[in-house]
């Protein structure tokens, strides 16, 4: 096996109180007991660090990998990291997550957290679930303060229906949280800062209300966004026979593609980025180099930054989710 073929990783959970337990069970993973809250699929994190299954790099860390091969796995335009610039997760809501905001780019410093501009892409949802984004016209600051300290925040945040496929992107400094009964991919940031003004009430494991950082999610929160912009439809780049690609996000820190595919396909890219694959439904055989894995549903793939060209099959209409690096 040459050094440029597909990459398998070992997810990792997190066990957050508001998770359930579907994920390796729908996916048909190894058995995990208890909370299943996200599955870390393809991270550099050190509180969640992807190991490889597969290959020449079998056992070897992600990060292990980058410091030995460097641009052939991130690409080009990441010559100067040692680090994915990506986390992708799965994330399964049994009950609501924390009102919370994540820093950006722009503000960041001022709170000492690492920016987080994130989409998620919902794999399915319980009927009538939600997901919060964004803040109702005209909700000011002190409006939004009164709404924690009176516990009637929820008034002030836009509600979302989802369903299996909705899109919705979350630049940093977008007040967010999800509903219980999704189930979704989250494509981010390489980040793990999260900024919890509102919790419902809850208590953590330890039966104690879970911290929260008012006021740095209040120095953080852009509260002149609003919601437009916010839920991504597809849009279709080609469309023959067999296979369809459609676009739902294009940012300057991530892109999300899907590619529903009943036949082969050649795909081509640049040098300049990584590729990571979550195969929605269906099942593929990729093919890189002459180094070929099968990837069922629910199973991650990192395509190497050098590889300019990779071969897809199908023997089944197959859904296939594909996201790169910085546009």
């Known amino acids: 096996m040459s050094e440029l073929y597909p990459i398998l990783l070992k997810p990792v959970y997190q066990d957050n109180i508001w998770g359930g ?193 008012v006021q740095k999610a209040m120095d953080t929160i852009n509260f002149n966004q609003g919601v437009v912009g916010l839920i991504k439809e597809p849009s279709v780049l080609s469309k023959t026979e067999t296979a369809t690609l459609e676009k739902y996000v294009s940012c300057p820190y991530f892109n999300l593609k899907k590619l529903t595919l009943n036949g082969n396909k050649t795909v081509q890219k640049t040098n300049e980025s990584f590729y990571g694959i979550f195969i929605e439904s269906g099942e593929a055989t990729i093919t890189i180099d002459g180094n070929s894995e099968l990837l069922k549903a629910g199973t991650s793939c990192l395509i190497p930054g050098a590889v300019t060209t990779f071969d897809l099959k199908t023997t089944e209409t197959t859904e296939i989710l594909i996201y790169s690096g910085m546009s």
């Open 21 to 213: 337990t579907q994920i390796p069970k729908r996916y048909n993973r190894e058995a995990y007991e208890g909370i299943c809250a996200e599955s870390w699929e393809i991270s550099t994190r050190p509180e969640g660090m992807s190991i490889i299954t597969n290959g020449e790099y079998k056992n070897m860390s992600l990060e292990e990998l980058i410091a030995k091969k460097g641009d052939k796995i991130l690409g080009t335009k990441y010559a100067d990291l040692k680090e994915l610039p990506l986390l992708i997760k799965l994330i399964d809501s049994k009950q609501k997550l924390s009102v919370q905001v994540h820093p950006n780019n722009e503000n960041a410093h001022l709170t000492g957290g690492d920016p987080k501009t994130e989409m998620w892409y919902i794999l399915d949802a319980e009927p009538g679930s939600i997901v919060y984004a964004g803040l109702k016209p005209n909700t000011t600051k002190e409006k939004f303060q009164g709404g924690i300290e009176n516990n009637s925040l929820e008034q002030f945040m836009e509600q979302i229906p989802v369903e299996k496929g909705t899109t919705i992107f979350i630049p940093g400094g977008t007040v967010h949280a999800i509903s219980n009964g999704c189930l979704l991919l989250e494509v981010q940031q390489s980040s793990n800062t999260t900024y919890r003004v509102y919790d419902w009430g809850r208590l953590g494991h330890d039966e104690k209300p879970r911290e929260l950082h």
